[in-house]
């Protein structure tokens, strides 16, 4: 359950648009780089539940598919915005509030353990890193 009195705000993004686990990894990152940029945060730590994302963000291991490459390229040209930046890799068992908001992005219905205001919903049309033969 989420405590409005954190004063927490979440955000969640509906992909309209097929693609791979990964991809959707790299899209959920870089739209929350974005944010993150919008709302001049200096200092960021993320979470990922995405071992193989973790570890390509990091430069640990190589991306195979030239697509994944590109994403992982928006995301090192968004972190010269930070700081500092860290992302490290968590259990998605662990990782509760991103699981209730795909519960809630995936059906379109409010949960109750969400207060009405304390997240938000954006539909995606188009992937951030196009992919010429399907979109």
Request: aromatic residues 8%.
């Amino acid at each position: 359950m989420i405590d409005p009195k954190k004063n927490k705000t979440l955000i969640t993004c509906r992909l309209e648009f097929e693609c791979t686990n990964n991809v959707s990894e790299y899209e959920a990152l870089i739209r929350g780089l974005k944010k993150a940029i919008d709302l001049g945060v200096k200092d960021l730590k993320v979470y990922g539940d995405s071992e193989i994302i973790v570890k390509q963000v990091r430069n640990l291991i190589h991306c195979i598919s030239s697509r994944l490459t590109r994403y992982q390229q928006e995301v090192w040209d968004l972190l010269p915005a930070f700081s500092s930046f860290n992302i490290c890799s968590i259990p998605h068992y662990l990782n509760v509030d991103v699981d209730l908001l795909e519960n809630v992005a995936s059906r379109l219905i409010p949960s109750e353990n969400f207060e009405p205001n304390a997240f938000s919903i954006e539909l995606i049309y188009m992937p951030f890193v196009p992919d010429n033969v399907t979109n």
